[in-house]
């Protein structure tokens, strides 16, 4: 009895130990489906993960942006995707990366020297329209640029003794046509022999003021630094803390401001200190104008020895660098809006029909290295060639559009063909080649990004256009 107890002792033992087996065999199995299913989920939304960051790298473009290196610009190149209505909508352009480069300027201004005659300039004088008498009309309203014919257009172009249109144009008696200025001002601009000069009109910019410690005591001593402020403007940026203190300065830059404005279109009126420093600083010998979204990061100086002094040069100013054909600028102006189709278009018409052909870069008779400039920065010397010159182009945008761009090459090409003995001597800048036979220097753009910071305008921030 006692051996079937023992017996059954060890069947029950025997079978309780298989049914603990298999007990754990099955958690064991258990756990190797519940270590199979987590990382068959973890791997499934690791790679959703993945995905998602790609597409939203390819949908926004995403760019990786070194502070104070680099400034993007956006591309000619736009390609159209369709939506689920089958119509083509503008894809987001893409941009561009461009940098600044290393400047070789002159170790400081001490080692910088006034050559007063480096270079045979052409010489003649020009005299200017002050006021027009003879209107037509029962009320005619004085023009800021006069009201001047064709004809008078045409003979302006010689290189030769004359008195031509230039801006300032009074109408009868005297009567203001805009740009007025305080009388302490004047006095103030007519003592200025070396200039840096710029603009803000209807709130359109932030004040950016010129970095002090990069800009030599000489030049801070010797150099007008003078913005340009409509009434709104000061109002704006008093608002912001920007003040004039007893002597009319904000920093670095004399503010004059400037009163009745002479167009609707800020961006016009500000071509009136961008090109007619000359009339404005009657006794200056060389200016530097910069856009608003400029800072200036180097001693003006320096730029002036750089550009104008070491090259035998007296107007510089940068080649665009994306665009170098009218031709592409007049459609990059369309596709953004950036003024009337209708307007565009006469103004192009009127210069071909004058001989303006497309942009080759192969020909070697080429007088410009592009016929599209990057206006926001310009350094000239006071000369003759160089105020005839600036002077023509503002009437042309007086004339046609603002978009002084679009009448660059055609008012150049003008000047030179029709003066083939008065050399003109044009630094545009974009890579290192220097050609004697054509009078200028073409020098990289990366030079133009190095001596200024360049910013976003106020206008283009608070409207969105800039993501």
């Known amino acids: 009895m006692n051996e079937v107890y023992q017996r059954g002792d060890a069947v029950g033992a025997a079978l309780m130990s298989v049914d603990q087996c298999e007990s754990n065999l099955r958690s064991v199995r258990k756990g190797r489906r519940f270590r199979r299913i987590s990382f068959r989920k973890f791997s499934f939304w ?41 119509v083509d909508v503008p894809r987001r352009p893409k941009r561009r990366k461009y940098h600044p480069c290393e400047v070789a300027f002159a170790k400081s201004v001490d080692y910088v ?6 270079v045979n300039f052409s010489r003649f004088v020009l005299k200017y329209v002050d006021e027009e008498d003879n209107l037509i009309g029962s009320t005619p309203e004085p023009r800021f640029g006069g ?5 008078e257009r045409g003979a302006s172009f010689h290189a030769i003794n004359q ?27 007519n003592s200025c022999v070396i200039v840096v000069s710029s603009c803000i009109f209807g709130s359109s910019d932030f004040l950016r003021r010129p970095t002090s410690k990069r800009i030599s005591e000489y030049s801070k001593a010797n150099v007008c630094f003078v913005m ?13 803390g920007h003040i004039p203190d007893g002597s009319g300065h904000i920093g670095l830059w004399r503010i004059v401001l400037v009163r009745n404005l002479p167009y609707e279109d ?32 180097t001693d003006p100086m320096l730029i002036i020895e750089y550009f104008l002094w070491r090259s035998g040069s007296e107007y510089a100013i940068s080649n665009h660098y994306d665009r170098h054909c009218v031709w592409e600028e007049v459609l ?19 210069y071909q029909s004058d001989g303006l052909t497309m942009f080759d870069p192969s020909d070697p008779r080429n007088l ?8 926001s920065f310009i350094i000239r010397a006071h000369t003759p060639m160089s105020n005839l010159f600036s002077c023509l182009w503002f009437n042309e945008v007086n004339r046609f559009t603002s978009r002084d761009q679009l009448s660059f090459a055609y008012t150049y090409l003008k000047l030179r063909r029709l003066n083939p003995d008065r050399p003109f001597f044009f630094n545009m800048f974009k890579v290192d080649l220097w050609l004697k036979s054509f009078h200028f220097v073409q020098m990289k753009d990366c030079e133009r990004r190095s001596l200024v910071k360049i910013f976003h305008h106020r206008e283009l921030l608070l409207a969105g256009a800039i993501p």
């Open 368 to 375: 410009l290295p592009s016929y599209v400039p990057e206006g």
């Open 147 to 151: 009201h001047q014919t064709l004809e």
């Open 228 to 240: 340009f402020l409509d009434e709104q403007t000061l109002s704006k940026l008093s608002l912001e």
């Open 332 to 350: 990059q102006n369309k596709r953004l809006n950036k003024y009337n189709h209708s307007a565009i278009d006469e103004q192009f018409t009127f």
């Open 113 to 118: 020297m006034d050559p007063k005659d480096y």
């Open 163 to 189: 008195t031509l249109h230039c801006g300032f144009v009074k109408g009868p008696g005297g009567r203001s046509s805009g740009f007025d200025l305080e009388d302490k001002d004047k006095v103030y601009m």
């Open 266 to 297: 800020m961006r016009r009126t500000g071509k009136v200190p961008k090109f007619l420093a000359h009339r404005l600083f009657p006794s200056a010998r060389y200016s530097i104008w910069l856009d608003s979204k400029m800072r200036l990061n």
């Open 46 to 86: 690791l790679m959703l993960l993945g995905a998602l960051f790609s597409l939203y790298m390819v949908a926004f473009d995403f760019q990786v942006l070194f502070h104070g290196e680099q400034d993007e610009e956006v591309s000619l190149s736009t390609k159209s995707e369709q939506n689920n209505s089958g």
